[in-house]
């Protein structure tokens, strides 16, 4: 869903953060006080939050830096531009993960899209739970990829998109995050993105892949209220060392994400691991593994070539693990 172009241009007034008065807000937009006062309300539904100060106007709790499309195109180097067939940009949207799957499914020629949006109302994250999104404050991205041959190609794929993501970070001067296996993104033991890929297909190919990001940019302490783990955000993790550029961030992550893709049929997830060991933030450690109903515990040796867990269970047997859950276990 696209907001209305009034709703689209009082935001993009109130994104500096700073206090705009009713009126001036109604010059700008040339409509009456009322009228701005109806788009306010309509902003605070779609969780954006704002202050309200008599005598001063209207500001956002937080300054937003949304998404811009001819930025995107700036920032991307190359290479991407050429591969890109597509970029949209959603301003609410349920799943920029499902919205690809349906194109997917309609089979269309194009294979490099990349779908964005401000805010999702549906994202989903592992095992069916919800990602939380406020608006305009991470990032959620997701590609849909066409890859020649099938499913079982793609073993360990998505932990190559976890280094592509640490790639990007770093290139942002964001260092010392770490990778837990399968697909999040962490630090110091806190989650802070979640990478969800689905494969559809042919078995013998081809397939697409939809490649799924949330990323913490930016979680307020009431979004935040709302997660079921322990997380953390980059503005956190950057402590005003670093401003950090939504727009430049997505764009370096696309990147990184482009060159993986482009590179995994021929490379396969091998090119990648030992890579992936060097970020990996749960070797050595103390875990459950949830498995359906089943649990089993012991202490991760790290990963085999293929991207299988390695396990060592408290019975000394080292256990290869394709998926499942992982939390850390208290002793």
């Known amino acids: ?5 009034n709703k689209k241009k009082l935001l993009g007034l109130l994104a500096d953060g700073t206090f705009h008065s009713g009126t001036e807000l109604a010059e700008q937009l040339k409509v009456s006080r009322s009228a701005i006062w109806k788009i306010i309300n309509a902003l605070e539904e779609s969780g954006i939050e704002l202050v309200a100060v008599t005598g001063k106007g209207y500001c956002l709790k937080q300054a937003l830096e949304l998404l811009n ?3 995107l195109k700036l920032y991307l180097n190359d290479d991407s531009k050429k591969l890109i067939t597509r970029i949209e940009i959603h301003d609410q949207i349920d799943s920029t993960n499902k919205y690809l799957n349906d194109l997917a499914h309609m089979n269309q020629a194009e294979f490099a899209i990349f779908c964005l949006a401000e805010q999702q109302t549906a994202g989903k994250g592992r095992r069916g739970r919800q990602w939380i999104s406020p608006f305009g404050s991470n990032c959620y991205l997701s590609l849909l990829w ?3 041959e099938g499913p079982a190609s793609l073993s360990g794929l998505s932990l190559a998109i976890g280094v592509a993501v640490i790639r990007a970070l770093k290139k942002q001067g964001i260092d010392d995050v770490g990778l837990k296996w399968p697909n999040d993104i962490f630090w110091q033991q806190k989650k802070l993105g979640g990478i969800l890929l689905e494969v559809s297909g042919e078995s013998n190919g081809p397939c697409s892949a939809v490649i799924g990001l949330g990323l913490n940019l930016y979680m307020s302490t009431d979004a935040g209220s709302e997660i079921d783990q322990k997380w953390v955000d980059l503005k956190q993790i950057a402590n005003h ?6 727009n430049k961030l997505l764009a370096s992550l696309m990147d990184e994400i ?4 482009k590179n995994f049929t021929e490379k396969k997830f091998s090119a990648y691991s030992n890579e992936w060991r060097s ?3 749960m070797e050595g450690q103390l875990v459950d593994v949830f498995l359906g ?20 269970t408290d019975s000394g047997d080292i256990k290869h693990y394709a998926s499942g859950e992982i939390s850390f276990r208290r002793s």
Do not use: A, N, P, W
């Open 1 to 5: 869903m696209q907001f209305s172009e």
């Open 69 to 71: 499309k001819d930025l």
């Open 146 to 148: 066409r890859f020649e």
């Open 241 to 246: 060392s670093i401003t950090i550029s939504r």
């Open 258 to 261: 482009l060159q993986v893709c």
């Open 279 to 281: 970020y990996d933030c």
């Open 293 to 312: 109903q089943k649990t089993i515990s012991g202490i991760i040796i790290g990963i085999d070539d293929d991207g299988l867990l390695l396990l060592q």
